[in-house]
Each structure stands twice: as C-alpha cells, then as structure tokens.
C-alpha cells in the first residue's frame, strides 16, 4: 500500500486535513483504531458559529443547541454576561460531537479518502531515519504503510509526534483533566453556556454546563493536572451537581472522561510529517476549546499536502506553509491565552471576584483581550504590572 | 520488593488518554479502549495516577500480583 500522506486519527483534523488534501488531488488514507468514528464523545461539545462561515458541514442534523452567549460566574457568583460572538470561541453552538465527527469523514471520504477503521498506527515505518510511512494492526493484522507524508492527527496522546522526536509530552500544569456528565430532568431553557470558577470549585479549571435542549446538559469540569489528585475531577464535579438545586435531580445519561492539553504548542512540521490538531497542542489555553482549530489547521495542512505532492517535494520547509498558515490564523490568540492562563493561575479567589464585579456592567464596544485589559487596569491600576506582558501581545493581534 | 508499579483498573478507565500524555517514560498506551501499564518502563513516579480524573489508576506492587 502506498500512499501520498497517510492520516493517523479520524478526528476533526484528521478528518479535515484528509477532506483538503484530496480535494488538492493527494492520494490520502486515513486510519483509525476505533470502530465507530467520533464515540465515544470526549467533549463538551461546545463550538463557535465561525464555523456557518466555513461551510465545512452540510445541514443541521450535528445541531443540538444555538446559543445566545456564555455567562461566567466568579467564587462569589458575581455574573458576567457575554453575547456568543463575545464569549468567542466555544459558545455558539452546542453540538452532537458524534455525528459532527461522522459528517467531518463522510466529507473526506466524498473528497476521494479513505478510511481504514479499527486500524491502530504502532510505530513509525522508516528507512536510514527518513520517515516512509506508518506500521499499524488491524485486528491481528500488520500493516505497513508507506506514504510519502506522515499526518499525526492522533489527539492528546500524540504519539506520532513523540516517534518522530518532537517532545510532545505533557507537563502536569499543561494538561486539564477533565469528566463530565450529561444530565437530563433538568432546567435549562435559557440558552447560555455557564462557567463557573474558583479555586475551590475547579483548581485551575472551570466547570461548565452547555445546553443541548431545554432540559438536558453537559455538565463537566476541568481540573489542572498539577493541582489534581487521583479522581479529584469527579469528586468535585459530584459536589458542585449535589450542591446546585437545578442539577441536583438531574439523571445522567452519560459520563465521560477527558484530557485537553493547555500548552503552548510544538514543532507541526519535520521532513514528511505534519501534526495537525491535539496531537499539535493547539487547543486555546484558556478555554480549552480545540475543535475550530482543527478544522482551520486541517485545510491549511490538506492544501499543504496538495501542493507538496504536486511538486513532489515532502522536506520540511516545503511543509512549512503549513506551520506558517496556521501561525498566522490563530498562533498568536493561542500565545496570548497561555500568558493569560499563567496569569490567571496566580490569581487569588478575591481577585477574580473584584474582576468580575468590575466588568459586570460594562458594555464592551471594542471585542477584544486588548479592550478588555484596558478596561480593567483602568479601575484596577495595579493590575498593569501583572498584565503588562499581555497588553504587549494582545495589542499586537 | 520494588516500588508499587501503576496498575490501571479497566472497569473503570474511560479511555481519556490523560495519563499517556504526560507518562515521562512512556509506559502508558492504548489498548482495546483501556489505557494499559508497561510495567518495565514505569519507574513508579505516579504522575499518572494523580492526573487520572476518575481515579481509575493506583500502585500495585511488582512481586505482589494481584
Ligand atoms: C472533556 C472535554 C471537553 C472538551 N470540550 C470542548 C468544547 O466544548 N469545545 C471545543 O472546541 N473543544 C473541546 N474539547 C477539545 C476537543 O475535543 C479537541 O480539541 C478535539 O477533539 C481535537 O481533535 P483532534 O482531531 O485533534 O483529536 P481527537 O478528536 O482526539 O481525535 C484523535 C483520533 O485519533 C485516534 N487515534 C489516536 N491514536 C491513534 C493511533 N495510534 N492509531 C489510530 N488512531 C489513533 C483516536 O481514536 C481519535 O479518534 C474538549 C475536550 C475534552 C477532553
Ligand atoms: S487517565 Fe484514567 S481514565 Fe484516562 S486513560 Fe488514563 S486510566 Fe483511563
Ligand atoms: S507511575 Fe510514572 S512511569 Fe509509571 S506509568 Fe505512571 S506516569 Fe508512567
């Protein structure tokens, strides 16, 4: 079997950067170690309406939910109100994640991909060093791969990347540990995704509840690695629910673990291999949200893949266009929110309900990190040291 | 006897790969929808198991199969 780029992971990048690099005429196959493509759900569910400008799914059925805007809560339940188009990235919709992932492979697929399920990459297939392709197993069966692109689209375990060199373990403080339960039997017709924080509600972390419909929600948290222990997301997520009068008779009809990545992102791009995704940390630090960045990253990197296999060139700096597009598309948020979530993380519970109370009822006419920090070191003029560096970058972008 | 190795229970990992992704010694993969242990490779530093979020990892000791 030889391909021009084989695609590990059927993810939203794996999906999408396979839809683009067939539509550019590549010879693409993408492989997959479960047996249904996106289930179980690891996800909040959670995306932005930049994704209607895309166009990269057809009709509605991945729809769950259309929301208004988010609402943050600090530790003392201050509110703080956000249109969607404000809350950016992970409030606008709230999607079923698995028939949006289906709808991502039924696209590529469409494109001329193909898709190899339960099919797990075990190693990198190579040749005097130089990367020729993948090895994997299907069933009992060994697979050699050969392509002339290695894509590693394969999630927060990024194992591509690791074969490859690319030091793409996580640090404790650069990993958000998550659960979640979906809850039906109860309240939510107002259509707003809730954050919660505090320190003793989620150490480094939030937990939110995203409506799929009038009576039943994702309700998770998410706990920063180094300020966890073992199965502490649960048991604070049980807390929070037993403690909520809405949530308390909620029925769960799913639970789910997870892990987002919250670091700064690594190397995309070696001689015949791209990282596209998770595996590439390209998750915004704050939020967590990691979706809408695949879908841009994958067509940058699909269109890559074209160009490349016209010229038949498949070095790094040729696969740099890539690194460079998605740099520009959204590399610098990404930078500036893993300052932000450094900076957050020393922030003391009074703090951040002072912050809350003093943008409560500010009607922000400049959308933007930038307008935001002036706004604040306006009413707060100690805060400018500590967020100096940030207003340094976020003017920038 | 040597250090308490990571075991994982498999009635109750959920899959999130949490615990691969930061394993300094790679000890920790995927398999059949579970994450699993190496027991060669762990040098027993239980990062994993504080960074499980339903605690579905402890120590378990090498000479004292369960
Ligand atoms: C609890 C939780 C809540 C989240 N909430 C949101 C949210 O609300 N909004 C948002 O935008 N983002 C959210 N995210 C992040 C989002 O889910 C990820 O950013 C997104 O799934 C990344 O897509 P991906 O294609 O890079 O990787 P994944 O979706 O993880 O896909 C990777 C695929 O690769 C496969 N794979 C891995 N290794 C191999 C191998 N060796 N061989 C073959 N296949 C392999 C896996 O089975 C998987 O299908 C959340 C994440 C979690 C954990
Ligand atoms: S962190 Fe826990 S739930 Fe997640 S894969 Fe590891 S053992 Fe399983
Ligand atoms: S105890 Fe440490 S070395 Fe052993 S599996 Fe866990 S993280 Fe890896």
């Known amino acids: 079997m030889k391909y021009d780029a084989v695609v590990v992971g059927a993810g939203p990048a794996g999906t999408v950067t396979a839809r683009f690099a067939a539509e550019s005429g590549a010879k693409v196959l993408v492989i997959e170690r479960r047996q249904e493509i996106g289930s179980p759900v690891l996800c909040g569910e959670g995306v932005s309406r930049k994704i209607d400008e895309w166009g990269m799914l057809d009709g509605k059925r991945w729809i769950a939910n259309k929301m208004e805007g988010a609402r943050i809560y600090s530790p003392d339940g201050t509110m703080v109100k956000l249109s969607a188009e404000m809350a950016g990235n992970e409030t606008g919709y709230v999607v079923y994640r698995d028939i949006f992932d289906q709808e991502l492979a039924r696209k590529a697929s469409e494109a001329g991909a193909k898709i190899l399920m339960n099919t797990n990459a075990t190693e990198l297939l190579t040749e005097k060093d130089k990367i020729i392709g993948v090895k994997a197993k299907r069933y009992d069966e060994d697979l050699e791969i050969e392509a002339d692109i290695v894509v590693g689209c394969d999630g927060v375990e990024s194992k591509i990347g690791q074969w490859a060199g690319i030091e793409t373990r996580l640090d404790p403080k650069d990993l958000e540990t998550c659960c979640q339960y979906t809850l039906t039997n109860i309240d939510c017709k107002d259509a707003f995704c809730d954050f919660y924080l505090g320190k003793k509600i989620a150490p480094g972390g939030y937990v939110w509840i995203f409506p799929k419909g009038k009576d039943i929600a994702n309700v998770g948290i998410g706990v920063l690695g180094n300020l966890s222990e073992s199965g502490m997301p649960k048991k604070l997520l049980d807390d929070f629910i037993s403690n909520n009068p809405n949530l308390k008779n909620g029925n769960p009809i799913r639970f789910l673990a997870g892990a987002v990545p919250v670091a700064n992102p690594v190397e995309s791009v070696r001689d015949n291999l791209i990282l596209v995704g998770d595996s590439a940390r390209q998750v915004d630090p704050i939020t967590g949200g990691g979706i809408t960045h695949c879908l841009e990253a994958g067509k940058i990197a699909g269109e890559t893949i074209g160009k490349a296999v016209e010229q038949q060139q498949f070095d790094k700096e040729t696969l740099s266009v890539y690194e460079t597009g998605w740099k520009e598309a959204f590399g610098k948020k990404l930078k500036r929110n893993y300052m932000l979530k450094e900076i957050f993380l020393d922030f003391e519970d009074k703090t951040l309900n002072m912050l809350a109370d003093s943008i409560k009822d500010i009607k922000f006419d400049e959308i933007s990190t930038f307008g935001l920090v002036k706004a604040l070191v306006l009413k707060h003029p100690t805060l400018l040291m500590k967020l100096r560096p940030l207003m340094k970058i976020s003017s920038e972008v | ?66």
Request: charged residues 20%.
């Open chain 2, 1 to 66: 006897m040597g250090k308490p190795k990571a075991i994982v229970d498999k009635n109750i990992c959920l899959a999130c790969g949490g615990c691969i992704s930061v394993c300094p010694q790679d000890a920790l993969y995927m398999n059949g929808g579970r994450a699993l242990v190496t027991e060669e490779k762990c040098i027993s530093c239980a990062i994993c198991i504080r960074i499980c979020p339903i605690g579905a990892i402890s120590g378990r000791n090498a000479s004292n199969e369960i």
